[in-house]
């Protein structure tokens, strides 16, 4: 059987044989990966001509319910995943990692970019700069969707959360992207791309996948793509420095295999909650995957009075770790994804035996329950002790790709923090302990040389989600020998996929370009209330300016007895002189609901309900006899997706709130959402 690539719109198969690659359990033949006589050049051509303007179309609500659906749709097929995912070595828990892992970070794009970013094809970012004394020149930032293709170069060990992870931001954006799923694993990614293209959730050309070599790919590419790898250290930097990625300064992203530490706190004591979820955590990081994780503990830094009990009680878990065929009841850790890959973890085991002694595994005679040791990629769970680790490079320089720790020895907080540090650079870290001030001490010693860290311990063991566990809304990646990037991150990752730009004009300029009202813009006045209209028919910049209303101390007295608020600037005559306002001054929020009371229109309407407030300064004080008026402005609109159980379709206006005193100047400044229905139905 012959693996394909889909190209321009076709599944394709290569013109010569390629690469066989073999079943990791019993070294059956799974086919032939070869991408021959493919023309790359056509392949960008056809993401950028077609996928990305299908794609930038599209809003980002819309692309985001695009992922919702495509990841329901994969939910529906995850058992053939699974059942192809076996070939790879991998457990049922290992493939739920990879297949339903995978998919939960295209739900979690989904809602991520429905909540926080408009439904809009372009992204307005941070506040509007004043660039000028009369206010006649400001300054925005807007991202708008680069206009190329993401290249996605991925490893063996993830082959369908690897890519959905790296997919999910890029289309999210509004950026097409062709996937290079590593050769070894290839055919788990194939398997689920086909569902992806079967689906017709995402248009054509926003997808691509090329099982086998990238050619001369990487030569075709120019200033608007970008690449992604995922993989090892030195492979990523031969493609970081491609004389295309340099010349045409493409933005290149790697996450590369690093030297993970496990810190366990100086006074955890054996038989303690936190000692044994440390031999938890070390264990499992170690035979997941069958330790084939970018993210797993290679180095497990002991205090030196535990390293006997830490030994001991390792090798007494992995001992019970049955190795074999993971269709096999009672196996809890399948081979490797090849036999190169087992050959490749014997090799970097004797260079690390160099410098560090064996204490559990390592040996080539081992037990293989229901597989075949001579014809699959087997290898046991090893531990390995090296007493001075700060004496050593080796430990913090070779990583065997596969069920493989060391063990080592340091005497105090600082040493154990020094030989995390020796890793050069890791994508986590995690520290087992009760102690906060020491867990202070850990984080901000090591955080500049890690990507992320975990503090692992009893009071959130329950909930965590461990050590080797890389989460969408947070940041994967790590300085140094980690690579140097980062993916995911939330909205990070899809603003990777865009290019900010600064804008500079006038704010009515800035207004018409951002869909986005801004400081010193025209004021549309009407004579229409404006919370009498609905959604459709508010324009940008539309404003209302209130009647004016004069506080009183009887004002400042009711509201302070309605909300129980007596602090001594409202009520104490005496204090609020010696204050730093030099009188009696009214409530905050007693300003702001009274700006309500004079903004609002209060009969029944298109607005639905006041849905929140943002961004509240209270920028002067409010004095008995000062006399207040409200500008309201209509911003932004946010047009929202009606669900099924809702009654009405709406959208979220975010209006522009000024609170002026009788001299003009703002008192309070804010802006509030409110939902207002649409005229469809």
């Not at 690539?5 to 198969?13: Q, R, T």
């Not at 140097?484 to 600064?502: C, D, P, S």
């Not at 007693?590 to 209270?618: D, H, K, Q, T």
């Not at 929202?640 to 400044?669: F, L």
Request: charged letters at 25%.
């Amino acid at each position: 059987m012959k693996l394909q690539s889909y190209i321009n719109g076709h599944w394709v198969e290569g013109k010569d044989d390629g690469v066989t690659v073999y079943n990791a359990v019993n070294g059956a033949t799974i086919g032939q990966v070869s991408s021959s006589g493919i023309d790359f050049g056509d392949a960008v051509a056809y993401a950028r001509q077609t996928g990305g303007p299908a794609l930038r179309q599209l809003t980002f609500h819309e692309r985001a319910n695009r992922l919702k659906a495509l990841a329901k749709h994969l939910m529906e097929k995850k058992e053939e995943f699974y059942r192809i995912s076996a070939w790879t070595g991998a457990t049922r828990g290992d493939s739920w990692i990879d297949i339903e892992g995978g998919i939960a970070t295209l739900f979690t794009y989904s809602g991520l970019v429905r909540r926080e970013l408009p439904n809009e094809t372009f992204l307005v970012e941070d506040d509007a700069q004043r660039l000028s004394a009369e206010g006649s020149f400001i300054g925005r930032h807007i991202l708008v969707p680069r206009e190329g293709v993401a290249v996605h170069i991925n490893a063996f060990n993830f082959p369908c959360w690897g890519m959905l992870e790296k997919v999910a931001p890029s289309l999210a954006a509004g950026m097409p992207v062709i996937v290079k799923p590593a050769t070894a694993s290839c055919y788990l990614a194939e398997a689920m791309v086909k569902e992806i293209i079967a689906s017709k959730i995402f248009p054509e050309g926003a997808i691509q996948l090329i099982c086998g070599s990238t050619g001369d790919l990487l030569d075709r590419l120019d200033e608007q793509d970008v690449v992604t790898f995922t993989g090892s250290a030195a492979t990523g930097q031969t493609l970081r420095t491609h004389p295309n990625i340099v010349r045409h300064s493409i933005p290149f992203t790697m996450e590369a295999d690093s030297l993970n530490c496990s810190i366990l706190g100086a006074g955890v004591e054996p038989g303690s909650a936190e000692f044994d979820l440390y031999i938890k955590e070390v264990a499992r990081e170690m035979t997941v995957k069958a330790g084939q994780k970018c993210t797993a503990i290679r180095r497990a830094i002991v205090p030196r009075q535990r390293t006997e009990a830490v030994s001991e009680a390792l090798s007494a878990r992995l001992a019970k770790t049955v190795l074999g065929d993971p269709a096999v009841e009672g196996v809890r850790m399948g081979p490797l994804v090849g036999r190169d890959q087992m050959a490749d973890v014997w090799r970097k085991l004797d260079q690390l035996q160099q410098g560090s002694e064996l204490v559990h595994g390592g040996q080539q005679n081992f037990d293989v329950r229901g597989g075949d040791a001579g014809k699959g990629a087997y290898f046991p769970a090893t531990l390995l002790y090296c007493d001075r680790p700060l004496e050593t490079e080796t430990p913090h320089a070779v990583e065997p790709f596969g069920p493989v720790s060391t063990l080592m020895a340091y005497d105090d907080i600082e040493q154990a923090i020094a030989i995390a540090r020796m890793g050069r650079g890791s994508l986590v870290g995690s520290l087992v302990t009760a102690d906060n001030l020491e867990a202070r001490k850990v984080v901000l010693g090591s955080a500049a040389y890690h990507g992320r860290l975990l503090v692992l311990n009893g009071d959130c063991a329950k909930e965590s989600t461990g050590h080797g566990s890389p989460l969408p809304t947070l940041v994967h990646g790590g300085p140094g020998r980690a690579g140097g990037g980062e993916e995911l991150g939330g909205l990070r990752a899809v603003k990777h996929y865009m290019q900010r730009t600064a804008i500079q004009g006038h704010p009515t300029t800035l207004t018409a370009i951002t869909s986005e009202f801004n400081p010193g813009s025209e004021q549309i006045r009407k004579d229409v209330h404006p919370f009498r209209k609905y959604f459709e028919d508010l324009e940008i910049g539309e404003t209302l300016i209130s009647h004016r209303r004069t506080v009183t101390e009887a004002d400042i007295v009711n509201f302070g007895c309605i909300s129980g608020d007596h602090f001594y600037a409202h009520f104490d005559e005496m204090a609020a002189k010696d204050s730093l306002f030099g009188k009696r001054v009214a409530h905050g929020y007693f300003v702001i609901s009274a700006a309500a009371g004079m903004f609002v229109e209060p009969s029944p309407g298109p607005v639905l309900a006041n849905y929140g407030m943002e961004n509240l300064r209270f920028v002067e004080p409010v004095g008995i006899g000062d006399t207040i008026q409200v500008r309201l402005t209509c911003k932004r609109k946010i047009r929202k997706d009606r669900r099924p159980e809702e009654q009405h379709s709406t959208g979220v206006v975010v209006w522009d709130v000024e609170v002026t005193n009788q001299e003009g100047t703002p008192v309070a400044i804010y802006d509030i959402l409110t939902l207002v229905e649409r005229r469809e139905k």
